[in-house]
Structure formats: C-alpha cells, structure tokens
C-alpha cells in the first residue's frame, strides 16, 4: 500500500510514535558498523536515518512505493540506495545483506509472506530479518482509542485491526509461512505525551492511513461528534499514549 499523502502530514500523524519506536527497534537489533542492512517500507526514512547513525548511509538500501516518501528520504540521506518499489519483489541480489529489517510496514503489505520471503532471499546466511507491528490485536495500538470511538459511529469501519501482522501470534505465523523460523516475539512500548485534545486530535485530519481516510470521510457534523467520543475515551490533559509493538525476527 503506497500512502499518497504528503511525508510532513505522515510524521506529524505516526511519527510521533515511529520515532522513538524506530531507536527501541534498532536498539534491539543492534546493527553493526560493516553490515549491510535494507529498509524494506522506509516510508519517511525514520528507520533509515536512525540507521545511518548507526551503520553509515553507504550500508544501507531502502525501498517504499511511496515516490512522495522516497524523494523525501533522498533529500535527507542522498547516500542511502533508494528504490520505489515493493516489498513483494525486492530489486536486490540474493544474500546481498545482513539485516531486513521492516518497521509497520507488514500491516500494509499486498502479500506479506511474499513480502518477507523475498527479505528473506535477499539476506546471506546467518543474517537477520525483522519486522515491527503495533499490538492492534491486543488494544495496544497507539490508533486504539480512535477505533474504539471510530466504531461507535460505523461498526464496520475499515480499522487496523484487520490487517496482516496484528498481533504477537499473527506475525509469527506470517514469517513461518515465508518460510523463515522466528525467535519468540519481543514487546516494546513507546509514550507520546499530549498538552491537549486538540494536539492529539488535529493529525487525525491530514487522511493519513486508515484512520485518515475514515475521518475525512465523514461530514462535518459526524466529524465532530466522532472527535468528541474520542474526547470522553481519553484522560483529561495531559495524558500519555502509550503504543505498544510486537517486534519478531529471524535468522536465515
């Protein structure tokens, strides 16, 4: 799934949740100076920057069919191999790199056991894939107060937890059918802290991912009461988010 919304509206909307997930994420993997490493669902390049600290941008590659996302992490690490393409059909040699690594990029792939196959193919023996989902399963998903009120309005609305990889189980299974052998799932939780209703609100309008697209589906009126559900689900400010993911690996 390619997101065409512009890469500002996606960091004020996710990355606030991304960002300190991405350095937990790599913190866990502990990527090594001399690997070489690929960023399968860069997006904005919040993985892929925090990997360049870490490893150097000549040791990395990166791909997302977002062209509005690739242009963007180009301009910000114009040494970084970039392709647009998708996860399904990676454009690298067999056991090219290291480490694959996929950060809430499984919830939105077409094929995810193609998907991480193909990151699979592509890392040498001894190598590392990995891949990082939100527990939307287990309601810990930073969107699950939003989907909880979402669905007050439309029992059927289109909410994460529909998607591929949304839980601990589910993500492993995932891998297992790519034919790779994951570790036991590891939890990592990141907080967000908000001044008011409105600064954690008003992202919610900039139609980024599911969650976008329903609410600016919705008429004004419908809007409005939607926002004050969610008002009266969450603590009065300041209040904490907390976004709880499941992180899985395996070793090729």
Do not use: N
């Not at 990527?31 to 150097?56: F, K, N, S, Y």
């Not at 990395?60 to 963007?72: E, V």
């Not at 399963?137 to 969107?143: A, H, I, R, T, V």
């Amino acid at each position: 799934m390619a997101f065409d919304v512009t890469p500002d509206a996606y960091t004020r909307f996710m990355g606030r949740y991304s960002l300190p997930l991405a350095v937990k994420f790599l913190d866990l993997l502990e990527p090594q100076r001399g690997q070489l490493v690929v960023d399968v669902g860069c997006g904005t390049g919040i993985v892929t920057a925090e990997l360049a600290e870490r490893v150097g941008q000549e040791a990395i590659a990166a791909i997302d069919p977002s062209p509005p996302f690739i242009s963007a992490v180009r301009m910000r690490l114009p040494h970084v191999d970039l392709r647009e393409g998708r996860a399904e059909e990676l454009p690298f040699d067999d056991d090219t790199f290291d480490l694959a690594v996929s950060q809430l990029a499984v919830h939105f792939m077409a094929d995810p056991e193609r998907g991480l196959a193909e990151m699979g193919r592509v890392v040498r023996p001894g190598g590392v894939v990995a891949a990082a989902v939100w527990d939307v399963y287990g309601g810990g998903s930073p969107l699950s107060v939003f989907w909880q009120a979402a669905h007050a309005f439309e029992p059927q609305a289109m909410a994460s937890s529909g998607l591929p990889g949304r839980e601990a189980a589910d993500l492993s299974g995932i891998f297992e059918r790519a034919g790779l052998q994951p570790d036991e799932p590891t939890a990592l939780t990141v907080h967000r802290w908000f001044e008011s209703f409105e600064q954690w609100w008003e992202p919610y309008l900039l139609g980024v991912g599911p969650a976008g697209d329903f609410v600016t589906g919705l008429d004004p009126d419908t809007r409005d009461r939607l926002a004050d559900q969610c008002r009266q689900l969450l603590p009065a400010p300041p209040f904490d988010v907390p976004g709880k993911a499941w992180v899985v690996r395996a070793t090729v």
